[in-house]
């Protein structure tokens, strides 16, 4: 949790996530990285952007019908950067990944609506940034639909989630450092 004490959220919105992530760890603990904690738990995802085209993967979700970056639950591991790299690679066979810094890139907290006896819940999503540039290697598996690699400057051309965008703004400032 020393990753998510020292992230400096960029809005208000995400402060008020980034406290409500630290209240749930610090009355839950390590359950609070089990989808078991039905009201609320830790997931992880990956923002992966090409350097070269300055393109961002996407996946359509087939359960919650969205444009997504891949990621998911941590079941248990409490290493969020590895769970986001695990489910890059169950989700679109990517492995060469290099994290872009050694700190989060993103925060959100998200409703799930109750799926298959599941109740609705939360998600608290922890976002690291990667590079990738093995973008013909994508495979996608069952939970999503489709991917594409697109251009941040047509982002809007899928969706208009609000963190998607916020994450595209952010990377924007940090392809401009590169």
């Not at 830790?42 to 970056?69: G, M």
């Not at 941590?74 to 690679?89: F, I, P, Q, S």
Request: aromatic share 8%; with cysteine.
């Amino acid at each position: 949790m020393e990753l998510l004490k020292n992230y400096i959220p960029v809005s208000e919105t995400e402060q008020r996530y980034k406290e409500k992530m630290l209240e749930l760890y610090e009355t839950k603990g390590e359950q609070a990285f089990n989808r078991s904690n039905l009201e609320a738990h830790f997931t992880a995802s990956a923002w992966i952007v090409d350097p070269y085209s300055k393109e961002i993967l996407l996946l359509h979700h087939k359960k919650l019908n969205k444009w997504l970056q891949p990621g998911g639950h941590a079941d248990g591991e409490t290493n969020l950067e590895a769970v986001a790299r695990k489910e890059v690679k169950e989700e679109t066979a990517l492995e060469n990944l290099h994290l872009i810094r050694d700190e989060i890139f993103d925060i959100d907290i998200h409703l799930i609506p109750e799926n298959k006896g599941i109740p609705q819940h939360e998600h608290f999503d922890v976002r690291f940034a990667y590079f990738c540039n093995d973008i013909e290697k994508t495979q996608i598996n069952f939970e999503s639909n489709d991917f594409h690699w697109i251009n941040l400057d047509k982002v809007e051309s899928l969706t208009n989630e609000p963190s998607i965008l916020r994450m595209k703004a952010k990377s924007k400032l940090l392809l401009n450092g590169i």
